[in-house]
Structures are given as structure tokens and as C-alpha cells.
């Protein structure tokens, strides 16, 4: 999940570098580093931390070069230190490099090949990959990288400096996402074209043992062979990356007041006439020959897809369910071309859903994919593919691109539902009319709530356990509610389905713990209010989200409204208190809420 980034050109580079890391810092934030090619001579400036503590250095020291690569880490290997930060040297310190991906043998190559020698000055993985460059080194630059990188195994995007070639950067990948690009100020390499935007304005991707190696004014891409390849170029789309947070605190706010306008350009862009812009299936498809829908995914958009599971069978009458990628990935599916697998990624580089996606294409499923970045790895091998117009997403907790995602299924299940005509005419039309009406409900449901989830995390915020509880697609919207809680209060949080807290769950009450029930106005609604009494019987804080027209209930300490919506949308609108709680709970423990401890935005590792 680390971010990596190169460039070639006249003039010093490092600037560039900065530049780029800045925008891959969501990759991860435990360190970061630079190094620089000047007289032949390779020096490297690191540091522990965020990378202001790295601009701070480099003000100090200010290094110049034309050929520079940089590095921002999330730690796999090794705890996150200055030692342990990109780039790393080879140990004749004829080689830089930076990586990122995890080589899983990497305790094997450094056993085999350097047994017995005290070269190794960290405990990362990638710190390997250097020294076997050097160590295979024969004067033919690509054939060394192409012999040291079949040794590897795992997944990397590697860029690559060397001594004896001042004037070029080289890089190269397997499994983890890396483009490259020429420009007017020379050439770049990046984990992520919007790095390198600002200065390119189309690039390449480079995949599958592919090596790149590019001068001031050429790039050269190489296959698996070793023969020079074509790659096709894909225009940097920069439309709607908004990289400042206006006058707020943070991205997260930012972003979560943008989700009306992110669900009302992704209903603008999916609905074309009469058919869904980018399912290239038959109609005939979905009324005669599916018989299975999966959503595979993770996070926050396996939550999207435990709601689309529900919706499909629902409305469409066809098996579904939600998969998490890294568990499909290594379990033994019955699936064929009758099913359709349905993958959900933000940034489309998710490594755990693309090894998925290719998993279902190998026994002949159908793909469709939800992206938010076009030609991203997932995007570019789907057949089918429906984009979230959400713009970029900065804050690590994601929330604008999740109800563009949510937005994205809802048309999904409509589609299929007309195809298959598992609705009437009139409840289409119903559906629809609500589906468009939701832009607006959002926009209500956040003048709403704000202030009233500000009021109540003053009531949490030092709790140590709160817990969310839900039934159906209740129960898949609390399981978002607690990932956002945890993930930036650091404060422990579940989600249960509320019939199963009688089933052991419920001995972990005790006086004070906020639980939060997710109920709408449905059949079971009552059902849930239950469960809210059983745990207040036992001395817990209860709080209820729910509509509008529900009566609110004595036994309930504080509830929250929502706008009235159909019961298979209200997952859109009760999902917002709950990432506002999340928000101000976080604040209130005074924690960095758009880049919390341990994460990163785009997870790329397995």
C-alpha cells in the first residue's frame, strides 16, 4: 500500500518528487524518503513519520539531481523507522530502489544468496530486491532486472536508479499497480496517474513482469520476453480531483458534505435512455440465463455489497450474496457463466478483489465492476464496468464514494429487475423516481443530523465499547457505522445483527455502553426495538436512527431522523449520522481523523 514515484527530466527533480508524494500520501504515512542522482553519485535523504518531517529535511539539506525516485510507506515488513524507510541502497551502493508490494521470499533469497554476509540494515523485504541487483549486475541492465525480479515472489512495483546509468530511471511490476508517462518535464513513474497529473497528461500502465526504462525524452516498455512492447495510452483524468478541503478541518468533513453532489453526478452519468451506462450484457442475460449474483470486495465496499446482496434478491428473485475478496480468493466457489460477480473497489487497485476478479474469470463468470478511477487494474480487466462519479477521496475513511458505490447497486438491481420484469412497470417507476429523489434527501438528512450527532458524541466519546445493531439491510449499514467509528476514534465498536444478541453478544453489556440500532421503517422494525429493550434492561445507552415518521419511544435515550424514504434506500440516508458520530467522536478524542494510525487509503498488498 506504499506509494512510489520517479521522474527523469532537466532540472532538479526532487521538487517533482514532493509533489507526487503529496498526492500518493493516502498509500501510507509511516515514513517516507527520496533519493537523488547527481555527478553519479546516489544520496538519500529519509524520515520516520508524515511527510513533513521529510520536506523539513530536504529544506535543510536541499538536494539536487535530474534523476530522482521517492517513497511513502505503510509497514509491512518492519516496525516503521527511519532504517526501515524507502528508498533502500544496494550494498555496494550501486543500486536505489523503491517498492511497493510485499516479496514473499524474501527470508529465502536472503538465506540462499547472501548467507552468512552482514549487509542487511533493516527488516523490510524490500531491502532484498536491492542487493540482488547488485549482486547479478552484469553491465546489461534490463537482463539483471529481469533475472532478479523472476526470483521474487509476491507482488512489487519497483522503480529503479543505477550509478552507471545517470540519465535513466527504470521500473517494473507484478500484481501492484505502477504507470509511467513522458511529459514536457521529462518522465515519471507512479503507484497512481493523479501523482503524476500535474505534469502528464496521459500514461501507461506497466504489469505482468513488464520493464520500463525512460530517459528525458523516451520511454521504452519491454514484455516478460525481454522484446519491446506498444502500450496503449489512457488520458490522466484530473476532472473532479479536488485536492483542497475548502474551509474545513478536514477531507472527511469536506467529503461527507459532498455526498449529495457525488450520488447526483453518478445518477447523471450511470442512467443513459434506457439502459445502464457501462453493462455491455444482453438483456437476454439477465432475464433467462443468470442465476447467481456475488459481490466480492472488502471494507467498506464489502458493506456495499452485503446491501446489494439483499436488494438483488429482493426485487430481482435471483440467489445473491456478499463475499469478502481475501476469502473467495482461497475458496473453492461453485460458480460458472451463469453467475455474475459483481467487484467493488474504490481505487480500483484493491489487490484482494483484482485476485479475485481473476479467480471468477478463470471459471467463466460474468464481471462487472464498480470503480471510482477509470483505467485503473480493475477497470481495465472487466467486461463490464460502473463508475462512481465521486471525484477523489482523500480522507483515508471513506464516505462520498461509499453512497456513490450504494448509488451504483441501487441501478444495478433495478436494471436486472426490469430485464427479468420481477416488478411491475409502476414499482419501477416508483423505485426509480426514489432513487433520483436521494440526492436531495442526503442533503436533507445532513442539515438534519449534524448537529444533533455533535451534541451526542460529547455522551461517547470516552466510552471504550459501543456497539451498532441492525437486521437486513440494517445490519449491513451498521456494519459501515462501526467500521467508520473504529477505524478513526480507535475506539472498539461492533456490529451485530440485532437477533443474535441474545445468542452470547449481549454478556458484553454493562452499565453506560452507547448501543445503536439501526431500524427503518419496515416489517421489522419492531423486531429491532426488542432487542434495544433487552440491552437497556442490562444498563446500556440506547440510541435509535430511523425515520421520520416512526414515534419515537420512551424507553430510548436519544434518537436520531432521517428523511422517510422506501425501505431498500434507507441504507443511503442512515449511514450519514452515523459517519457524522464517527467524525465528531474521533475529534473529540483528538485523533487524525482523515489519516488514522495504521491505515491506508488504497490497500494494495495483500
Not at 158 to 163: A, D, F, R, S
Not at 171 to 190: D, H, Q, R, W, Y
Not at 201 to 209: A, D, K, L, Q, S
Request: with cysteine; charged share 25%; aromatic share 8%.
Amino acid at each position: 500500500m506504499c506509494g512510489i514515484i520517479g521522474r527523469i527530466g532537466t532540472g532538479n527533480s526532487v521538487p517533482y518528487i514532493i509533489k507526487g508524494l503529496e498526492r500518493l500520501e493516502y498509500r501510507g504515512y509511516d515514513s517516507a524518503g527520496v533519493a537523488t542522482m547527481k555527478n553519479r553519485e546516489i544520496f538519500r535523504v529519509r524520515s520516520i513519520g508524515k511527510l513533513n518531517f521529510l520536506k523539513e529535511k530536504l529544506a535543510e539539506i536541499k538536494p539536487e539531481g535530474e534523476l530522482s525516485i521517492g517513497h511513502t510507506r505503510w509497514a509491512t515488513h518492519g516496525k516503521p523507522s527511519t532504517e526501515n524507510s524507502h528508498p533502500h541502497m544496494s550494498f555496494d551502493g550501486k543500486f536505489a530502489i523503491v517498492h511497493n508490494g510485499i516479496i514473499e521470499n524474501a527470508a529465502f533469497l536472503k538465506e540462499k544468496y547472501f548467507e552468512g554476509e552482514e549487509i542487511f540494515k533493516t527488516e523490510t523485504d524490500s531491502e532484498v530486491i536491492a542487493h540482488l541487483l547488485a549482486k547479478f549486475y552484469s553491465g546489461n541492465i534490463i537482463g539483471t532486472i529481469k533475472k532478479v525480479t523472476k526470483m521474487l515472489e509476491g507482488s512489487y512495483a519497483l522503480g529503479i536508479i543505477c550509478k552507471h546509468f545517470p540519465s535513466l530511471l527504470f521500473c517494473t511490476a507484478n500484481k501492484s499497480p505502477l504507470v509511467a508517462a513522458m511529459g514536457e518535464n521529462g518522465g515519471f513513474i507512479a503507484s497512481d496517474p493523479g501523482a503524476i497529473g500535474e505534469f502528464c497528461g496521459e500514461y501507461i500502465t506497466v504489469r505482468r513482469c513488464e520493464i520500463a526504462m525512460m530517459s528525458k525524452t523516451k520511454l521504452k516498455v519491454y514484455d516478460g520476453n525481454l522484446r519491446v512492447t506498444d502500450k496503449k495510452n489512457h488520458p490522466v483524468i484530473t476532472g473532479g480531483q479536488e485536492y483542497s478541503k475548502g474551509d474545513f478541518e478536514h477531507y472527511m468533513m469536506y467529503e461527507m458534505m459532498q455526498q449529495p453532489k457525488a450520488v447526483e453526478d453518478t445518477l447523471s452519468y450511470l442512467f443513459n435512455g434506457e439502459n445502464i451506462n457501462g453493462i455491455n450484457l444482453p438483456n437476454d442475460y439477465f432475464k433467462n440465463k443468470i442465476k447467481k449474483v456475488l459481490f466480492i470486495a472488502c471494507g467498506s465496499a464489502y458493506h456495499v455489497g452485503a446491501v446489494g446482496a439483499i436488494l438483488i434478491e429482493k426485487l430481482c428473485r435471483i440467489d445473491a450474496a456478499a463475499i469478502i475478496a481475501s476469502e473467495f480468493r482461497y475458496s473453492s466457489p461453485v460458480i460458472d457463466e451463469s453467475t455474475l460477480a459483481v467487484f467493488i473497489s474504490q481505487s480500483g487497485e484493491t489487490a484482494d478483489t483484482l485476485a479475485a476478479l481473476r479467480k471468477a474469470r478463470e471459471m467463466g463468470a460474468k464481471i462487472l465492476s464498480v470503480v471510482n478511477v477509470k483505467s485503473s487494474a480493475i477497470d481495465l480487466e472487466s467486461d463490464n464496468v460502473l463508475y462512481t462519479r465521486a471525484g477523489k477521496e482523500v480522507s483515508v475513511a471513506t464516505t462520498k464514494v461509499y453512497s456513490a458505490q450504494l448509488t451504483v447497486i441501487y441501478a444495478l438491481a433495478l436494471h436486472i429487475a426490469k430485464c427479468r420484469e420481477s416488478l411491475c412497470n409502476d414499482d419501477l417507476e416508483k423505485y426509480k423516481n426514489e432513487l433520483f429523489s436521494l440526492p436531495q434527501k442526503i442533503e436533507e438528512t445532513i442539515n438534519k443530523t449534524k448537529r444533533k450527532t455533535q451534541e451526542l458524541a460529547k455522551k461517547i466519546y470516552k466510552n471504550n465499547d459501543i456497539y451498532y445493531i441492525g437486521r437486513q439491510l440494517s445490519f449491513a449499514v451498521s456494519m459501515e457505522a462501526a467500521l467508520k467509528m473504529k477505524e478513526i476514534s480507535y475506539i472498539h465498536c461492533e456490529s451485530y445483527a440485532a437477533g443474535e444478541l441474545k445468542h452470547g453478544t449481549i454478556s458484553l453489556i454493562e452499565d453506560g455502553t452507547p448501543v445503536i440500532a439501526i431500524a427503518g421503517s419496515d416489517n421489522i422494525f419492531q423486531k429491532t426495538m426488542s432487542n434495544l429493550s433487552e440491552v437497556k434492561a442490562r444498563g446500556a445507552k440506547t440510541i435509535l436512527i430511523t425515520n421520520e415518521e416512526q414515534k419515537e419511544d420512551g424507553e430510548i435515550d436519544e434518537i436520531i431522523k432521517v428523511p422517510t424514504t422506501l425501505p431498500e434506500f434507507f441504507a443511503s440516508l442512515s449511514v450519514i449520522p452515523c459517519q457524522f458520530l464517527g467524525y465528531y467522536t474521533a475529534y473529540l478524542r483528538g485523533c487524525d481523523i482523515d489519516k488514522p494510525k495504521n491505515l491506508a487509503k488504497s490497500v494494495t498488498v495483500e
